[in-house]
Nanobody
Framework: QVQLAESGGGLVQAGGSLRLSCAAS????????AGWYRQAPGNERELFAR???????NYVDPVKGRFTISRDVAKTTVYLQMNSLLPEDTALYYC?????????WGKGTLVTVSS
């Protein structure tokens, strides 16, 4: 069973940056999309950044211009560069990879942004 592991979370001051990584335990083929979700306390998990099979990235408005999703296909690793972090970015961040036959999730990494 393929496992995803997120890393790079932590405590950062508002205005700071973090880079999250999501590594798969083995190569994943036929990836349709890779995305980052987050879940803040009391809220539902939400998709905020996604990259398509062709490499097209999409973001929700609150993170546009601040966050960048990227991937290393050879390493089956997905990255999230987060700049200009805000206290409202505080959440548990999850990686998701979808293929034509499976849907993989990591266990999450906590990002806390202090004001």
């Amino acid at each position: 069973q393929v496992q995803l592991a997120e890393s790079g979370g932590g405590l950062v001051q508002a205005g700071g940056s973090l880079r999250l990584s999501c590594a798969a335990s083995e190569s994943i083929f036929n990836i349709k999309t890779a995305g980052w979700y987050r879940q803040a306390p009391g809220n539902e998990r939400e998709l905020f950044a996604r990259i398509s099979r062709e490499g097209t990235a999409n973001y929700v408005d609150p993170v546009k211009g601040r966050f960048t999703i990227s991937r290393d296909v050879a390493k089956t690793t997905v990255y999230l560069q987060m700049n200009s972090l805000l206290p409202e970015d505080t959440a548990l961040y999850y990686c998701n990879i979808v293929t034509f036959s499976a849907n993989y999730w990591g266990k999450g990494t906590l990002v806390t942004v202090s004001s």
